[in-house]
């Protein structure tokens, strides 16, 4: 017995690095991001999966998150690609990290560390195409890359942008897209070893002008959809499952109310059955009395407000259903399914909130496991 796990299926996984690629011109390659500790799947075994099935790189946002993979044994060093404390890059370059790069002072910055380590550094340039959130400006980027080639321990070794509208407005993505296409034509140019990458999973599935040389998956590698849609049309798996099970049955009589607040009430005799997760564990409180579980292949209607320790759903006088019966939040039981993208609709968020908030109180359990997962194989 659990009281709640999230089961994570590493051969779905797999084969999502496999359908990415297959969209991918055959000198494009796909970078996994397994940032937010896989968006909630364990960025460790997500990521052996993804190198396994042919990844050539993976992304995080922190130092930390880099210095994790590492110490679990994955030799290829990832692409940091948020803002880096000063403290923090003598253990990143470590473990054989590249960052990204949108200032001078971060070019002085990994400067002086690569020369006092003297050790040789990757830098991605990020270039604000329209986002406005982190990169340089256009006009900005010759002047790093020339203090970044100046330097004898540093390297360019990418160009990239990130796209603010991929998944929603197509006129936008290729606005961004153009800018990104003038800004690095003088690059290409003078440094004809630098790749360039600007997908996202949206972009990725949905914008094939974007590939460039890499592309950077992140929801996609986990089977959901950016798009909010059924991930089946992209030709996606979700990888990720989270059950629960019945912990008592009760009945009620017209009128009486369950949980917090009262806010649902019974209009008839009925039975409703407690279900031992909630908002402590990552699953929101907003889904109080909105959406389903799935127990015995059939959809029972949550009600009452979810707490931080469980939530109710009503089964009705003559439903089979029992102590111990398990219950499906996220994914299939019978010929029945619960998507992420149901639960986000229902919550007013997005996928990769749903499983990026699930919590450490969430058993995690791994299946879809090759026998040979001590020798990753390493495609670059």
């Known amino acids: 017995m659990y009281r709640a796990r999230a089961t994570v299926d590493l051969a779905a996984v797999r084969r999502n690095i496999a359908a990415i690629r ?13 940032k937010a500790d896989g968006y909630g799947h364990g960025a460790v075994p997500v990521a052996q999966a993804a190198l396994q099935a042919g990844a050539m790189g993976l992304a995080v946002t922190t130092c930390e998150e880099a210095c994790s993979l590492h110490d679990a044994g994955l030799a290829r060093g990832a692409l940091v690609m948020g803002p880096v404390l000063d403290e923090q890059v003598e ?6 990290a590249a960052f990204a790069l949108w200032s001078p002072e971060f070019v002085r910055s990994v400067g002086r560390v690569a020369a006092r380590m003297q050790t040789r550094v990757g830098l991605h340039l990020k270039v604000d195409t329209g986002m406005h959130r982190l990169g340089a400006a256009p006009a900005e980027v010759p002047a790093l890359v020339e203090a970044v080639a100046a330097h004898p321990w540093l390297e360019l070794t990418a160009v990239m942008t990130h ?6 407005d197509p006129e936008f993505t290729r606005s961004q897209l153009g800018v990104f296409r003038r800004t690095i034509e003088p690059v290409r140019r003078a440094w004809p070893q630098v790749r360039y990458h600007a997908a996202n999973s949206a972009a990725t599935l949905g914008h094939p002008s974007s590939h460039f040389d890499l592309v950077r998956c992140g929801i996609a590698v986990y089977g959901l959809s950016p798009f909010q849609h059924d991930p089946a049309g992209d030709g996606l798996s979700p990888a990720l499952s989270l059950s629960s099970f019945v912990a008592t049955v009760r009945d009620l009589e017209p009128g009486d109310g369950v949980s917090y607040s009262l806010t649902w009430k019974a209009a008839r005799r009925t039975r409703v059955a407690l279900v031992p997760i909630g908002y402590g564990d990552g699953f929101f409180r907003a889904l109080s009395n909105k959406g389903d579980v799935l127990i015995g292949g059939k959809r029972y209607a949550r009600v009452g407000t979810v707490c931080m320790d469980q939530f109710l759903v009503e089964v009705g006088r003559d439903a089979p259903v029992r102590f111990g019966d398990p219950v499906v939040l996220i994914g299939e039981q019978g010929s029945e399914r619960i998507t992420a993208e149901e639960l986000a609709a229902h919550a007013g968020t997005i996928n990769y909130e749903i499983t990026c908030s699930l919590t450490a109180r969430v058993q995690r359990e791994y299946v879809g496991v090759p ?4 020798e990753l194989e390493d495609h670059g």
């Open 91 to 96: 253990e990143a370059v470590k473990t054989g």
């Open 371 to 374: 026998s040979h997962t001590d």
């Open 22 to 34: 297959g969209r991918l011109s055959p000198h494009a390659a796909c970078i996994a991001v397994v």
């Open 163 to 168: 796209l603010a509208c991929a998944d929603v």
